[in-house]
Nanobody
Framework: QVRLVESGGGLVQAGASLRLSCAAS????????MAWFRQAPGKEREFVAA????????SYADSVKGRFTISRDNAKNTVYLQMNSLKPDDTAAYYC?????????????????WGQGTQVTVSA
């Protein structure tokens, strides 16, 4: 059974940094593309970043490019999202997702495995 557990969310002021972690179990982590999505109240879930298991290919939403960095540690079965220069618009529940696709996908439906989410709130 695949299990993804996010941690690291919290309440911070604008301009601060946070690092989210997602610990995976029940899967061969090294052959899964890992992604982060977020969902604000009343909005659809949106793609944030992804890290392919093939090489070091990454992809970011335009809204976070240059501020967020996704990384993975296959030895620890963990994917991270370093978030710098946080803005109030980054406030959302952040979800970790996993897919065996070798290419990076941005649609939630392309990811069959999800964590329970961690809340990030950025005050002005």
């Amino acid at each position: 059974q695949v299990r993804l557990v996010e941690s690291g969310g919290g309440l911070v002021q604008a301009g601060a940094s946070l690092r989210l972690s997602c610990a995976a179990s029940g899967l061969t982590f090294s052959i899964y593309t890992m992604a982060w999505f977020r969902q604000a109240p009343g909005k659809e879930r949106e793609f944030v970043a992804a890290h392919s298991w093939t090489g070091s290919s990454t992809s970011y939403a335009d809204s976070v490019k240059g501020r967020f960095t996704i990384s993975r540690d296959n030895a620890k079965n963990t994917v991270y999202l370093q978030m710098n220069s946080l803005k109030p618009d980054d406030t959302a529940a952040y979800y970790c997702a996993a897919s065996v696709r070798s290419s990076i996908a941005r649609a939630p439906n392309d990811y069959p495995h999800w964590g329970q989410g961690t809340q990030v709130t950025v005050s002005a």
